[in-house]
């Protein structure tokens, strides 16, 4: 048994300082500052001095000679280099020169990936595809598919040769024909498969503006390998395996369906014609147009020409599934797509589809770009969701809900994970990053109007309430590592695009324009974003498009240029912690990066090169004491300073933790805020008192802070009620735990946390009941006390998990958590202990796309 005082702890009887304890666990992995330099800096802010530097003649001689050899070589480099065309930012216009470096050949070449002839690993930009008409049929009997597709392009300037992206086809015909039919000779075919492509080259030019056929004939078997087209199966109510076949192609899985230019700005419209069985059905991006009978009983289905996109959001589906189906007031058609047996489950998915879309149809100010919008529940799926335009695809437990038998915690993430794909309908699928450096576009704007869109379906939930927790203190964790990446990252190749999938691009990026958000306001934010949309719509754009388009609409008080600003945080990784201090109404704040554990070596490496020296423009929010409305300062220099009204007991920046850097204040004012917690914890929201939590634990590991603020702080929770707080609390805990489990503060440690949960588990009880917010808290608690031993609870838990084994005993959804986790340690149970080391499953992570 503990009890808890300022600055002390009783355990069992024995007393110990709190500052002795956490300097005990803080210690095992505390780093201490760092003064290590940056090698550039921001010019603007720039107080460095030039050092003078001397040589002697010699010396000036022998380095004059060595640049003019280093000249030399770079002149001849460029002689007799090939042309590089760079993905991304580096499209631009291709010399006529440089064009004709690049088809030049003399009769045909090894096929091996070091003569192929285009060396670059994107596409020729001076090719363009207009139009894909794909025909396929796909056997579920043999499992393979033979398809053709017929490719309509033009190129810009005069060329031989195209080339396209293949993986893993068997290419049987390729033709190249023009748009009256006459047909131009290919004399060279050669696979490059390191880089995926296919170069062809004819035997006359090809004219600029000029439209061209290419038709390709293709094979490949149908896999279970989750990418590309591969095949899926599910047992319905008779036993017998059922299969389908569907598609999963972000980011460079199309090229593996059928020859294509596999990058996200060569966009074009499609049109699919599939051969399949009568009792199955076909789903494609847009409607189906007829279905006529095919040869030995088939069926060839047609499909209307989509709209111009990116081939990674091509998608198509065929299986036997049954649909529930909806309509918004706009005359949108939603339909659910899931096995027949689980239609009762689709419903909410199918309710929540049609309100979302709705409310996002007025959040965006744009409307709903196709006629309809289908789901489909997918049996095996490596993702959540994909957000495949007008077809989206979800992972089973990620759409599918079921009353009776699902918990608050599986609901909440079936609307957030629809939200989620709904958003990128118009953000990212209406515009589309140029390259996939820019992918923090698409995910960091879904992850964060997913909040929006759940919060306007489930106002009760407060979902909005809940981002910093699942979002932004968990991107704070990544991006203080040194490990970490800029927002945009240089990626080339498909396996570098498939790493910049991670927390940095979805839930930085989702925090990121959070922050925006609490600094211009809701309204400023969707003004730009509207102007952004309509502006780009059916084209792709730029992180500084975006930019340029919110600082059009910002009031003209604000004076800010919103590029210049958040250049700072999205192309150097890392953020700041902002150093504050008080000298009566006056406030003065520093900056410098925050690394949860620093380097204690002064070197510099190549990695900590930024160029912005890691300075940061930081848009500061804060209220006191004395006035909770949200005041504003915008910190873009090093050092900064502004005023608050006299007498003020207590300062809090970063209201709501909705910017994206750390606040470490001066001991003091951390103990003025502990008494704060103590005497009345709702005078701060409850997003603030996450985010003290969250800065103070924080600080303490990164050896900042002294240790006891932390413990002393958390102490308080003893009377917390709310859900994030809590949650917050945990994820350091549980940090805390996995650290110190063989070390001597170990069971002092448990002993602490179990004191703490101890009048929220009887506040409580077991009964499931209450607010969804509240049945999110009895289990979070429930879970998390078991986890930490808690004796009551771990007996109490056994009764119920026992009932359920040996009778049958219906258990609530909302606390099956607790028995999946006794379920896996029942051995234990029935030995007679209950204080057995269990392993709790993690807090549940944010969807990942």
């Known amino acids: 048994m503990c009890t808890v005082s300022f600055g002390n702890i ?211 078997p149908l896999q279970e390998t989750l990418e590309g087209f591969y095949i899926s199966s599910y047992i319905p109510s008779d036993g017998q395996k059922r299969y389908l076949a569907t598609t999963q192609f972000e980011p460079t899985a199309a090229r593996s369906a059928f020859p294509c230019f596999d990058e996200p700005d060569m966009k074009a419209t499609f049109t699919l014609q599939i051969v399949h069985e009568q009792d199955y059905d076909v789903y494609f991006n847009s409607d189906l147009n007829i279905s006529l009978p095919y040869e030995n009983g088939l069926i060839l289905s047609v499909f209307n020409p989509t709209v111009r996109m990116s081939t990674y959001l091509v998608a198509f589906l065929l299986c036997d599934f049954s649909t529930i189906q909806g309509k918004t007031k706009s005359g949108i058609d939603v339909k659910v797509i899931v096995p027949k047996s689980q239609m009762s489950q689709s419903v909410f998915a199918m309710e929540s589809c049609v309100k979302i879309l709705e409310y ?118 990544m991006d203080s590592l040194k490990s970490s990446h800029p927002i945009t990252s240089d990626v080339k190749d498909p396996a570098e695009i498939s790493a910049n999938f991670d927390a940095i691009s979805y839930k930085k990026g989702g925090a990121l324009i959070q922050m925006l958000e609490s600094f211009l306001g809701i309204n400023t934010l969707q003004e730009g974003l509207t102007l952004y949309l309509n502006k780009y719509k059916y084209r792709n754009a730029e992180t500084r498009d975006l930019w340029d388009s919110l600082t059009k609409v ?67 929010t804060y209220i006191t004491d004395r006035d909770t409305k949200v005041q504003r300062f915008m910190l873009n220099t090093t050092t900064g300073t502004f005023s608050v009204k006299e007498n003020v007991k207590w300062l809090k920046l970063n209201v709501n933790q909705t910017g994206f850097f750390r606040v470490a204040y001066e001991e003091k004012e951390w103990r003025t805020f502990i008494e704060v917690l103590h005497q009345n914890h709702e005078k701060l929201f409850c997003g603030d008192r996450a985010s003290l939590l969250d800065d103070a634990f924080s600080l303490a590991r990164n050896g900042m802070l002294n240790s006891s603020v932390p413990l002393d702080m958390t102490s308080y929770l003893q009377k917390e009620k709310s859900y994030v707080p809590w949650g917050t609390a945990f994820l350091h805990f549980n940090d805390l735990d996995f650290l110190l489990y063989e070390t001597s503060v170990y069971s002092l440690f448990q002993s602490y946390v179990r004191k703490l949960l101890q009048p929220l588990v009887n506040y409580l009880g077991w009964k499931d009941e209450g607010t969804h917010m509240t049945k999110k808290l009895r289990s979070l608690a429930l879970v998390e006390a078991i986890y930490f031993g808690h004796k009551k609870v771990l007996a109490e838990g056994k009764k119920l998990f026992d009932s359920w084994m040996n009778n049958g005993t219906w258990i609530p959804p909302n606390l099956e958590a607790l028995c999946t986790l006794l379920e896996s340690h029942k051995v234990v149970l029935k030995s007679g202990s209950i204080c057995g080391n269990v392993t709790r499953s993690p807090l549940p992570l944010q969807r990942k796309n």
């Open 10 to 220: 009783t355990c069992d009887g024995v007393n110990i300082r709190s500052a002795t304890l956490f300097q005990q666990l803080f210690g095992v992995y505390a780093g201490g500052d760092s003064g290590k330099a940056v090698l550039y800096g921001r010019s603007k802010h720039s107080t460095g001095q030039i050092q003078e530097i001397t040589f002697s003649k010699e010396q000036a001689c022998c380095i004059v000679g060595i640049v003019l050899m280093v000249m030399l070589m770079i002149a001849l480099v460029a002689a007799f280099a090939r042309p590089t065309v760079f993905c991304g930012d580096g499209y631009g216009n291709v010399t006529e020169n440089s064009l004709l470096k690049n088809t030049a050949s003399s009769g045909l070449l090894e096929t091996g990936n070091k003569d192929f002839p285009w060396q670059e690993i994107c596409l020729p930009p001076f090719v363009k595809p207009l139009h894909y008409s794909i025909f396929i049929h796909p056997n579920l009997t043999t499992f393979w598919n033979e398809g053709t597709v017929n490719i309509t392009l033009e190129v810009l300037q005069a060329t031989n040769f195209v080339v396209i992206h293949k993986k893993d086809l068997n290419i049987t015909v390729q033709d190249l024909f023009t748009f009256s039919g006459e047909q131009i000779k290919i004399v060279k075919s050669l696979e490059n498969t390191e880089h995926e492509q296919l170069y062809l080259e004819f035997e006359t030019v090809m004219k600029p503006l000029v439209e061209y056929v290419l038709h390709i004939q293709f094979n490949r």
């Open 554 to 620: 910002i009031n003209d008080g604000l004076q800010i240029n919103i590029s210049y600003v958040m250049d700072t945080w999205t192309i150097q990784e890392g953020f700041p912690v902002i150093l504050v201090s008080r000298m009566e109404n006056m406030v003065y704040v520093h900056q410098k990066r925050f690394l949860l554990t620093p380097s204690r070596s002064d070197e510099v490496s190549e990695e900590d090169i930024s160029p912005y020296g890691y300075e940061w423009d930081i848009p500061i």
């Open 360 to 477: 996002y149809e007025r959040f965006f100010d744009i409307p709903y770009p196709l006629t309809k919008l289908d789901m489909a529940a997918i049996p095996d799926f490596s993702a959540g969701a994909m957000e495949n335009w007008g077809l989206v695809t979800y992972r089973m437990n990620a759409i599918l809900h079921d009353s009776e038998e699902s918990s608050s915690e599986s609901q909440e993430w079936v609307a957030i994970v629809i939200a989620h794909e709904l958003a990128h309908q118009w953000f990212g699928n209406l515009v589309t990053m140029k390259w996939w450096n820019d992918l923090w576009l698409n995910e960091g704007f879904a992850t964060y109007v997913e909040f929006i869109g759940a919060d306007f379906l489930k106002p009760d939930w407060q979902v909005k309430e809940q981002f910093i927790f699942f979002v932004t203190q968990r991107a704070l964790q």
